[in-house]
């Protein structure tokens, strides 16, 4: 293990395997023989200065240091100001927060709660899914893997991970995404205008190669969102609308102090509203596919068709939750990596070479996206809940503290890899001896897909569905980019935003 190469600067408070022991009981562990005397309080754990009342609130305010968290760098600002741990305390109900950027640190963590991980930031799904729909007279055993906790969260994921997670299983999708990304293809050559560019929504565009894509995967059928005269009104239209909507309120509404934890505000109301929407939408959806369910050979049922036969409630929870974390996540770091290669014409030429060799193998490929997951991630960080307190860097962290991991912040550091902001898709292939193999990196500076029991459940499928629709743009266009790089905005996700100044020539 590489992990042995770096100097532990953290010391746990329990021995691990009493700790699993324990939580196999309780989940949360109680702290016994600690020594937290030796260690310095939370209070002095570097941070914003607080005022007496407001605690920390004025930082969010105009010219306050999280007054703008859209800026992608704030977390590598606020790393430089404060250091590898920085302290936020509680506010109007949100707990409190420490951001990581020590690798060794990060990686207790994510190791030590990987019993059953608490991943915090979604509570507004969680309570729209149980308490408002319950207020409605609905009741559901389960929020789905995005909110879920606990045992509900083992159970469900234990149940879908054979589905979703299998090699085997997400090949059979290979031949129709390929088709998808085909047919996107044909769409994006009529749409280009007389300089071969496609400057109107085109990120909207590549939500809809993503929602395509997706949908087919989970219900097995296409949902023919490429149609010339899809109405600006059709069920798609809306989901990929809805969908943006929802992660842009999830980050005022679960990332920041809000009062909607207490009583209900516009923005609760809207959030819910929305939340209401995307279920319809997705019911819709999920009717489509079970339309097409009959006589279905298994390389063209969908998850929802495979599920179904397992657990009905599962099923349309892991279709609904499918059709929310696939759309804007997929098309981001497409976005992302046709920028990064539209600046690289070598590297371009170099995955077309590639591409068109027709080798089954596609090294060069996989390592572009990698690469653009490191410098564009379309998650800038990740998260779990303390379930014990811990000795970190010296600082006692108690129990349910949400702990962030700037994964995206420690991924751009010369400390952590070398000519941290180039470029380099080679970084992924080189050997050992050379001093840009990636190897040499902390393993837990990049998690692009998160870590554990708990890292994306989506991840293969995302990964073929861009490997096969990254393929097909390079095969077939020519991709250039001309004026200033394209601003970034940190939300609940990272966008890059417009205008898209791509050109995309026919390849010759
Ligand atoms: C580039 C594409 C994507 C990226 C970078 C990404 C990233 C992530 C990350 C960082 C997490 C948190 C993992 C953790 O807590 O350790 C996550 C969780 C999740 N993702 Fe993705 N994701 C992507 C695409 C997808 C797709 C296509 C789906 C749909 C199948 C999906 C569904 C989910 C779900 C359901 C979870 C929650 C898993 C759980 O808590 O058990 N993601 N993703």
Redesign the pocket.
Known sequence: MQTTKFKSKIKPLFNLAVINKECTRTVAVASTDTKTENLKPWKEIPGPSSLPIIGQLHHFMFGGVFSNTEDPEVFSKLIKGYGPIIRLDSMFGKAPMIFLSDPESVAFV?RSENWF?N?PGFQSLEYYRKDYKKSKGIKINAT???S?QGEV?KE??STVNPV?LQPKTIKLYATVLDEVAQDMIVRMRANRDENNMITKDFDKEMNLW?LE??AT??LGCRLNCFERNLPADSPEWQLIQCVHDLFTIMNEIDFKPNLWRFFSTPLYKRAMNLYERHENLTKYFIKKGKDNLKNKSDNEKG?LEKLLEINEETAHI?AS???????D??A??VIATLYLLAKHPDKQAKLREEIMSNSERRPYLRACIKES?RLK???SG???KSSKTYNILGYEVPKDVDIIFA?QAMSVTEENYPRANEYIPERWLASKDDPLYYGNTHPFVY?????????????R???L??DTFVARLIENFQVEWFGPPPKTVQQALNYIKGPYNFVFNDVK
């Not at 939750?321 to 759309?327: I, R």
């Open positions: 994510l991980p991943r789905g893997l995005i879920d969260w469900f994921r979703m993503a894509s997706i995967v989970a998850v892991m939750d499918m059709l929310l974390a696939g759309v996540t997929a981001n770091t997951l991630p379309v998650v990740n998260a779990r994964h998690a692009p897909f998160g870590f554990g029991a708990r890292s994306c459940i989506g991840r499928i995302a990964e569905e861009m």
